[in-house]
């Protein structure tokens, strides 16, 4: 039996060599069906909508068969029924950017290499497929190529991704680590992007710690990008593990690190920007967790600092929540932290009574009602206040403030 | 013929020695209103509202006259009409306040007092009275002790309030010191409390650039406060304008602190907290500034600086606006900077396309549209419009990059 004029047994033989442990026990429609996700993974650039619309719709193994047997689109419309009007007017456009991709080779390149670097292939219909990225709709990725540990992974349930800036200051770096440090004791993971600069901070500040960190890369898994943080990477496979949503041999263009930056939002339950100019891509990552309804934090700095600029215009025109370390960012997620009142101080009356007594020189209530600009009877009652709280004492026929309140 | 027991020849000399010039040509019954506002400034504390409520349902002459007469509560209700259930509830505790300040030398002395150091006397019927403290309903003060010029203090109709901490940091004064600038330069006066740091640095700072600034203090006109800036506040006085709702002899308490900043609030048409921490009395003032429903701001700071903390909680929980400078402090007032967008980058096609080109090696549109995940069609409208943006050329029958744009 063949599919997408495949052998059947070629298909199930390059697919176990990735498959994950939920489907250990591989019957022949489930390996079919994770490679046709990761066909889907080879195919569309990373976040076609037209291609996550069609593929919920007919599912992605008949896509599939659809895209190899050269249908024309209004096959697929046909077999897909009731569909988004987007769908019906960007099909035509799509199949037609989909086909110059549409290469055996290049599918089975993606197994091979992937196998060969230990790479886990998830899809959706993996019970370790991470929920958060169902969110993403039709910008859902295909599948997911992992390197690590899918333990790691699962921990994205209670994350925070915290992005910034390459070029990070040592004050950005400085809260990147402190505000890790306080997100892994109350038993968070960490998402990011590896770049240079606060992602990196944050990878390694997690492992510091003896948290979990999870890298997501917008390039195949084959080369960990940037080479600079290969050393930082090959712990991240360690002890955490690194996701990419293209196959091995994928470039990390600069648009594959825009739609990279939606997996990072959607894999965690809030996005934090630590340190940010304007042009930063985290900026972006922003945006995605914005789109996505996920709570979203800003940490401020100097306004003498372009690395924080980006940051300020996230809380005065995005909406981002300031926030200044690790409680204030667990409070995105849990909701727990409640502001302080900004006015813990003694009521009125105490202020003014307080005034008006002096330290050395007793005075009796007249004299202070006078100083207090209040009536006897309210300065009475005051100093009885006053008086319980130890900050006042009665001297002879007179009230004196205490130095140091009893 | 006398009014509150004092010949009124005598309150006519008292007014004279005070009286701004737009009340020049006082008539009896000027000068007897004057006289009493004056009084009124004298005897409750500042901001009571049964006062003001009381004061403005009866008139200052009136009010002043039954005190005075020693009225009781119920008369006062008797003329007063129909007022607020609160009046009624607290006449009585209020006339008891009042009533052991009510003192003839109390209120001759400020008014020679007010003489003798060249003071104006405003009272809300003068022309001159900034229309802002009107905002202050109840608690606005019954009259305004000037030192300096009526013009400066007339300057407050576009001004912007900027307040801190005692203590500044270097960055705080930086900060204050380049936000002034751009607001003298775009005409907005300043007004600020005087205290040593942020708001010492803001009025030499306006002084420095040629700006008009206005310093609000807490006690009497007849000592400036805090005396080490002394020096700073004469010149305030040369330039621009002192001003405080108590008379002479009214030491700088505690509650009289609390109670200026309202009208640090109600005299500019914004309040901008520039540093501050959270228990900083900075942060009453922007309470204030809420209250009246003026415009808020606050600078950002490295949340690792105490000295920031206060302004980052007026941003998170009390809807204080971001601003990074004098143009997003103007904004406050003026409303007219737009946010500017946050990705101002190149469209998606053009980013594929682009990363799919080579500088060196050129590449035909076949190739580019599977490198790109795009269809032909695309690709070829997509390298129509980088070409003429001059970023990419032909060469043969490909396209490369171009390594700087024609």
Same mark, same amino acid.
């Given at each position: 039996?063949?599919?997408?004029?495949?052998?059947?047994?070629?298909?199930?033989?390059?697919?176990?060599?990735?498959?994950?442990?939920?489907?250990?026990?591989?019957?022949?429609?489930?390996?079919?069906?994770?490679?046709?996700?990761?066909?889907?993974?080879?195919?569309?650039?990373?976040?076609?909508?037209?291609?996550?619309?069609?593929?919920?719709?007919?599912?992605?193994?008949?896509?599939?068969?659809?895209?190899?047997?050269?249908?024309?689109?209004?096959?697929?419309?046909?077999?897909?029924?009731?569909?988004?009007?987007?769908?019906?007017?960007?099909?035509?456009?799509?199949?037609?950017?989909?086909?110059?991709?549409?290469?055996?080779?290049?599918?089975?390149?993606?197994?091979?290499?992937?196998?060969?670097?230990?790479?886990?292939?998830?899809?959706?219909?993996?019970?370790?497929?991470?929920?958060?990225?169902?969110?993403?709709?039709?910008?859902?990725?295909?599948?997911?190529w992992v390197r690590g540990s899918l333990a790691?992974?699962?921990?994205?349930?209670?994350?925070?991704?915290?992005?910034?800036?390459?070029?990070?200051?040592?004050?950005?770096?400085?809260?990147?680590?402190e505000a890790v440090e306080g997100l892994v004791?109350?038993?968070?993971?960490?998402?990011?992007?590896?770049?240079?600069?606060?992602?990196?901070?944050?990878?390694?500040?997690?492992?510091?710690?003896?948290?979990?960190?999870?890298?997501?890369?917008?390039?195949? /898994?084959?080369?960990?990008? =940037?080479?600079?943080? %290969? $050393? *930082?990477?090959? +712990?991240?496979?360690?002890?955490? &593990?690194? @996701?990419?949503?293209?196959?091995?041999?994928?470039?990390?263009?600069?648009?594959?690190?825009?739609?990279?930056?939606?997996?990072?939002?959607a894999l965690a339950q809030a996005t934090v920007?630590?340190?940010?100019?304007?042009?930063?891509?985290?900026?972006?990552?922003?945006?995605?967790?914005?789109?996505?309804?996920?709570?979203?934090?800003?940490?401020?700095?100097?306004?003498?600092?372009?690395?924080?600029?980006?940051?300020?215009?996230?809380?005065?025109?995005?909406?981002?929540?300031?926030?200044?370390?690790?409680?204030?960012?667990?409070?995105?997620?849990?909701?727990?932290?409640?502001?302080?009142?900004?006015?813990?101080?003694?009521?009125?009356?105490?202020?003014?009574?307080?005034?008006? /007594?002096?330290?050395?020189? =007793?005075?009796?209530? %007249? $004299? *202070?009602?006078? +100083?207090?600009?209040?009536?006897? &009877?309210? @300065?009475?009652?005051?100093?009885?206040?006053?008086?319980?709280?130890?900050?006042?004492?009665?001297?002879?026929?007179?009230?004196?403030?205490?130095?140091?309140?009893?």
């Amino acid at each position: 039996m063949t599919r997408f004029r495949l052998p059947e047994a070629t298909i199930r033989e390059l697919v176990e060599g990735v498959a994950p442990p939920s489907l250990e026990q591989l019957d022949g429609d489930a390996a079919v069906r994770l490679f046709a996700a990761a066909a889907w993974s080879c195919i569309p650039e990373p976040g076609d909508a037209v291609a996550g619309t069609a593929r919920e719709a007919l599912g992605d193994v008949r896509a599939l068969e659809l895209l190899v047997d050269g249908a024309a689109p209004s096959r697929w419309l046909a077999e897909a029924g009731d569909v988004a009007p987007d769908l019906v007017r960007h099909m035509d456009a799509a199949v037609d950017r989909w086909r110059p991709r549409l290469d055996d080779a290049r599918v089975r390149r993606a197994f091979e290499q992937g196998a060969a670097w230990g790479q886990t292939l998830l899809s959706p219909l993996a019970d370790e497929w991470p929920a958060g990225l169902d969110d993403l709709g039709p910008h859902a990725p295909a599948a997911l190529w992992v390197r690590g540990s899918l333990a790691a992974l699962a921990e994205t349930r209670r994350s925070i991704a915290l992005v910034g800036s390459r070029a990070a200051s040592g004050y950005g770096e400085h809260v990147a680590m402190e505000a890790v440090e306080g997100l892994v004791r109350h038993g968070f993971a960490t998402v990011s992007g590896a770049a240079y600069g606060i992602d990196a901070c944050v990878h390694r500040a997690t492992m510091a710690v003896g948290g979990t960190t999870i890298a997501v890369m917008a390039g195949g /898994l084959d080369r960990l990008y =940037p080479p600079g943080n %290969d $050393d *930082l990477l090959r +712990r991240v496979e360690r002890e955490g &593990a690194i @996701v990419a949503e293209v196959p091995c041999g994928s470039t990390p263009s600069r648009w594959r690190f825009l739609a990279r930056n939606r997996l990072i939002a959607a894999l965690a339950q809030a996005t934090v920007v630590v340190e940010a100019s304007v042009r930063s891509g985290s900026i972006n990552t922003a945006g995605h967790a914005a789109t996505l309804g996920r709570p979203l934090g800003a940490v401020p700095g100097p306004v003498t600092s372009g690395a924080s600029a980006g940051c300020h215009r996230l809380i005065r025109d995005y909406g981002a929540q300031l926030v200044q370390g690790a409680d204030e960012m667990r409070a995105l997620v849990d909701g727990d932290a409640m502001p302080v009142g900004l006015d813990a101080r003694a009521g009125a009356e105490e202020t003014r009574v307080l005034d008006a /007594l002096s330290i050395r020189q =007793p005075r009796d209530a %007249d $004299d *202070l009602a006078a +100083r207090a600009g209040m009536s006897l &009877a309210e @300065v009475r009652a005051t100093l009885g206040l006053l008086d319980l709280s130890g900050v006042v004492e009665q001297r002879g026929s007179g009230w004196v403030r205490r130095a140091t309140p009893a």
